[in-house]
Nanobody
Framework: QAQLVESGGGLVQAGGSLRLSCVAS????????MNWYRQAPGKEREFVAA????????YYTSSVKGRFTISRDNAKNTVYLQMNSLKPEDTAVYYC???????????WGQGTQVTVSS
């Protein structure tokens, strides 16, 4: 069945790093552009980063540009998010999915919690 499994979150001090992973199954992963999203407590889910199907194009929300790096390994059906210089405002549950999850994506996974302490 179509499934996304995110992992790699945790508790880290400000300035630290984490690497998130998202493994996709049930669909042809290499056909899809993929995004990372995040949802902080009391806020709506927001876009963080995007990568094209072949990894050739990448986009970031302004607040993470220069600190986060998105990448993918189509042979492993996995998309990554390397997060450096973490800030308390990066605290959220992080999810991956396509740019249009309702129309052309996976069911949302459980996400992975990232907590950055000051």
């Amino acid at each position: 069945q179509a499934q996304l499994v995110e992992s790699g979150g945790g508790l880290v001090q400000a300035g630290g790093s984490l690497r998130l992973s998202c493994v996709a199954s049930g669909r042809t992963f290499s056909s899809y552009a993929m995004n990372w999203y995040r949802q902080a407590p009391g806020k709506e889910r927001e876009f963080v980063a995007a990568i094209s199907w072949d990894g050739g194009s990448k986009y970031y929300t302004s607040s993470v540009k220069g600190r986060f790096t998105i990448s993918r390994d189509n042979a492993k059906n996995t998309v990554y998010l390397q997060m450096n210089s973490l800030k308390p405002e990066d605290t959220a549950v992080y999810y991956c999915n396509t740019p249009d999850p309702r129309r052309l994506g996976w069911p949302w996974g459980q996400g992975t919690q990232v907590t950055v302490s000051s």
